[in-house]
Each structure stands twice: as C-alpha cells, then as structure tokens.
C-alpha cells in the first residue's frame, strides 16, 4: 500500500515556483541567468505598512487571533470592497487566510466533491487546476484565444456548463496573459450566469490596481448585483502592495460560504500571522497613491517587452491590458533547430534551451495550459529586461 495519499499523484508541484527554484539553484553555481519566472513586484513593501507591522510587534500583537481575520482587518477589507468596487459586505461575509492562494484553495475545499466541475479559462494561473484536482474534482477548460486578447466568450462559457458545474473560476487582468475584461464582456458572461442558477462564481481580482492606459477594472458581482449572493470576490494585499512574503489574502461573499472556509480553516493553518493583518490594515486604510506610480513603472516596461519581443523572429507579442506578465506565442518559432542544436519541438523545449543556451528563465505555456507559449514577468529592473530581451532576440535569431 502507498504510503503516500492518492490525491497527490493527481497534482503536479507549481512549475512557476520550480522556475524559481532552479533560477537560484544556477546562480548558486555562480551562472549568469536572468529569472523572469517570479510572479512578485520587485517594488519593496510601502514604508508606512512596514511601521504598521512593527507598532503591532511593539504593541504585543503577536498572539493568536480571531480566526478567519482581526475585525479592524475585515472593516478595512469592508471598507476597500465598497470604495474601490460598490460591494456591500458585511464582517460575517468576509475571510481572510494566509495569502489568496489559501483563501481560493478554503473556497474549493469546502465546496467541491468528486464529480463537481469547475469552469477554468485557459490560459490559467498554474495553482487553478491542481487545486481542483486535490479535492477530487474535474477542471473544464476553456480556451481564450489569442486572437481575442486571450478573452473567453459568452458563447464559450455557456457550451462548457454542465449540471455538475459548481464554479466559474475567472481572473481579470489574468495571470499569466495580462488580459483584462472591459464592463461590457464581464457583462455577456455574467449574463450566461444568470440563466444558470446553480452555477458559483470565484473572481479572483489579485491584479486589480495593475492597470494600464485608463483600463477600468470590474468585477462580477459589481457588474451584475444578482450575482451578488453566489460570487466570492478573491482578493489580496500581496501584488498591489508588494507584500507576497505577508501572506494575507482574503475574500467577500455569502456568509454560508465564509462560515464553511472558517470550519477548514479552523482545522489547518488557524489565523493568518497577526502581525501581517495589522500592516494589511494599513495598507488598505494608508495613502494609496503610490499604486498609479508603480502602475506608470509597470505600464513602460510593459511596452518595452512588447515591442522588444515582437521583433524577435519567430515570436508574436500581444499588449496586455494589466498585471506584470506578457504571453507571446512562439509559434513561429516550432520545428526549428537552436543554435546550440535543439531542437525546439514545444515551448517546453524552447524555454529549456534559452536557459541552457542564453541563461534566461522564463516559464512555457503548457504550464497555463495554451501553447506555444511562454511567460515573462516584467516585474524586475529596466536592466535586466533589457539585457533579457536581448538574449531572447539572440536565440531567435539562431534558430534555424
Ligand atoms: C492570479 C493569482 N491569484 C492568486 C495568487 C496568489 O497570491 P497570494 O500571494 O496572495 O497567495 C497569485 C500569485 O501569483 C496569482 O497570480
């Protein structure tokens, strides 16, 4: 008998967490690598929250705390969610875990049985689907072509449900394209939904403040309010303020649900780091203009790796509408033969031989589940992404 569980051998470890990895494994070796794998701002944590964490320290808040978030946290949580979105919860319809990570991962768990699908757009952020197969549950993946800024339709979503269908797990702007929905194709999709009442919606809206070019963001729940009762709006502290190592995440919505992720909680990980909810309270109740200048930053480097990208042969780089990604298609790059004399059958292949070959690490499509493709967070420094670009360009051009 295994002694390991079953439900591991339907999951496979975070391939953008094994990028990092082997990023520091090779620089510990003493190569020159690039990493654009990590999924985190290379901003540091705004001074004024890290003040917050250390009155808290001071203060003697480091003991366990009320379980699924402090009350100051979820009325600032309260507080953000009617400011920046018009939604109306109340403390018993919010959660807060270890990082929105562990918030979806509660959701999915105290939701789905074998047998229950979930609805995936691909290209999807690599955690969705595994951790729908940890609970037992099927993923439905549905294809976001390119050509539609990697944008599912209406259409699509509602030739994918099912009676078994328990969630739309959707995420706007997307990890890993960029892409955002406008008000407008949030609206053809929420209305799907309403002809389908059995149907939950999980928004995950972790890049919500990294949007460019005057794109407004939006959310189910805000654009249509009759979803109001079956959505859980996802969001966190960790990519807006450059707080990935706090591990604070947290969701609105219905107060069976919350009450259901409290009981899981309850009986793995218990509150979220204390200290780490005091300085989430400052960071939604602190100054917040700080977010369109590290959007400024972003949005440059963003139109620096697309036109960098786009003139390597072989590759096509579309302009996302926000987070720190871009997904360019190396399809024109399939079949070739690397200058090192790989040969790059798949963007698996070619992502190993630019690593091999010009010590740059990104992370391939198959992963997000559209290929061929590849990933690139433009969250580090102009230096690198130059340096980055230039090397992509370098194995492009021997590709023969
Ligand atoms: C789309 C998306 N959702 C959720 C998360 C998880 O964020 P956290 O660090 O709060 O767990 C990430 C992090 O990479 C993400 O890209």
């Not at 699509?156 to 449900?161: F, K, N, S, Y």
């Amino acid at each position: 008998m295994p002694f390991l569980c079953a439900a591991l051998d339907r999951v496979k470890p975070s391939p953008t967490v094994a990028v990092t990895t082997l990023v520091a494994a090779l620089k510990a070796e003493g190569r020159d690598i690039i990493g654009l794998g990590a999924g985190e701002p290379d901003f540091d944590t705004p001074e004024n929250i890290k003040d917050a964490a250390k009155r808290a320290m001071d203060a003697g808040k480091t003991k366990y705390t009320a379980l699924d978030g402090i009350a100051e946290l979820k009325d600032a949580i309260a507080r953000k969610f009617q400011r920046e979105n018009g939604l109306t919860y109340a403390r018993n319809q919010i959660s807060v875990g270890s990082g929105g990570k562990h918030v979806l991962f509660n959701a999915l768990m105290a939701t789905l049985n074998p047998g229950d699908e979930v609805i995936i757009p691909a290209p999807y952020w690599v955690s969705y689907p595994d951790m729908v197969r940890l609970t037992g549950a099927t993923p439905v993946i549905i294809e976001g072509a390119m050509e539609n800024g990697f944008r599912i339709t209406p259409a699509q979503l509602e030739a994918a449900i099912t009676p078994n269908t328990k969630w739309f797990l959707f995420n706007s702007p997307s990890n890993p394209t960029g892409a955002a929905y406008t008000v407008a194709q949030i609206k053809g999709l929420t209305d799907v939904l309403m002809a389908q009442p059995h149907v939950h919606v999980m928004t995950d809206d972790m890049y919500e403040h990294l949007l460019y070019d005057g794109f407004e963001f939006a959310t189910p729940a805000q654009v249509e309010p009759r979803l109001y009762d079956r959505t859980l709006t996802v969001n966190g502290v960790s990519k807006a303020y450059a707080m990935t190592g706090w591990r604070i995440g947290y969701a609105g919505g219905p107060e069976w649900l919350i009450k259901a992720m409290a009981k899981l909680q309850s009986q793995s990980t218990t509150n979220p780091c204390s200290i780490s909810q005091w300085a989430a309270v400052e960071a939604l109740d602190g100054p917040q203009d700080f977010l369109p200048e590290r959007a400024t930053h972003f949005r440059r480097r963003r139109d620096f790796v697309v036109a960098a990208l786009d003139d390597c042969p072989g590759v096509t780089c579309p302009t996302p509408e926000g987070a720190f990604y871009v997904y360019p298609s190396i399809a024109g790059c399939i079949g070739k033969t690397s200058a090192g004399g790989a040969a790059i059958a798949d963007d698996e292949a070619f992502v190993r031989a630019l690593l091999e070959e010009q010590g740059v690490a990104v992370v391939f499509g198959v992963a997000f589940g559209l290929s061929p493709n590849f990933r690139i967070s433009y969250a580090t420094s102009d230096d690198n992404l130059a340096a980055a670009c230039d090397r992509i360009r370098v194995f492009c051009e021997g590709l023969r």
